[in-house]
């Protein structure tokens, strides 16, 4: 095999098996990541990296997609990261969409790497580095754009249940035009599939309650910044 196979072979394998160092590593660039992000978040050299780094996998991977003729039950981004990544890096200025998936990506990120799902090709396909420096770079915009706009006022539960239901909502009428898996909404992992409307209502509500923890661990936590901040100038 060529390295040009290797990297962007449209025939699907088996997805690269995750062992102790598998994991060792992802969350080591998982841990690289957060301080980087918060410790650089004013510096525009660190902001562009992480845009630059998102751009590209993007671009690499959708024009994989395209190049290959992939089905559209595969290569829309209707994946909740995916239109995560979208939106933090496209859209411009503050608005309760871009932090809403800023909180998204944040915690998708995390998820995705505690229990990783990817593409069912080995180790360095496109496919495969897209998903490791894909969250990475989404976790990486999320953490900078909430450090920096975060506003407790723009999202509160109720709002983020109306969206999240929404756009399930949107993401279920996907699966059934296209015949995808997008959003993990025919089978989710752990609890298994349901039947489809139950998976949407589960779906949907681990992701309420996930969502609203991760702003709520923000907030303590910049609370807690700000008071230190505070207390060391007084």
């Known amino acids: ?36 992000a918060y410790r650089y978040r004013e510096k525009k050299t660190c902001q562009r990296f992480f845009q630059i780094l998102q751009a590209a996998q993007l671009i690499l991977l959708y024009g994989w997609y395209w190049v290959n003729h992939m089905p559209l039950s595969e290569s829309l981004p209707f994946y909740h990261c995916r ?31 505690v229990y990783p799902v990817p593409d069912a090709y080995p180790f360095p396909h496109i496919a495969i580095l897209s998903f490791i420096f894909g969250h990475l770079a989404l976790l990486g915009n999320s953490l900078i754009y909430l450090l920096r706009q975060y506003d407790g006022r723009l999202l509160d539960v109720k709002r983020i249940f109306i969206m999240t239901f929404a756009l399930n909502a949107l993401i279920f009428v996907v699966n059934l035009v296209t015949g995808g898996d997008y959003g993990f909404l025919n089978k989710p ?12 209502l589960i779906v949907s509500s681990v992701l309420v309650a996930a969502i609203s923890l991760t702003a709520k661990v923000l907030e303590v936590f910049l609370q807690q910044r700000a008071e230190k901040i505070i207390q060391e100038k007084a």
């Not at 040009?4 to 449209?10: E, G, L």
């Not at 997805?15 to 990541?33: E, G, I, M, Q, R």
């Not at 609890?191 to 949407?200: D, E, K, P, R, S």
């Open 1 to 36: 095999m060529n390295l040009w196979d290797i990297f962007f072979t449209p025939q699907a394998t088996e997805p690269p098996k995750f062992d102790l160092f598998w994991y060792v590593s992802l969350f080591t660039l998982l841990a690289v990541t957060f301080f980087t």
């Open 83 to 113: 239109m995560a990544m979208f939106v933090v890096l496209l859209l411009p200025g503050q608005s309760k969409y871009k932090q809403y998936f800023a909180l998204l990506g944040t915690f998708g990120t995390l998820a995705a790497f």
């Open 189 to 200: 992992p752990l609890v298994g599939n349901h039947g489809l409307l139950a998976n949407y």
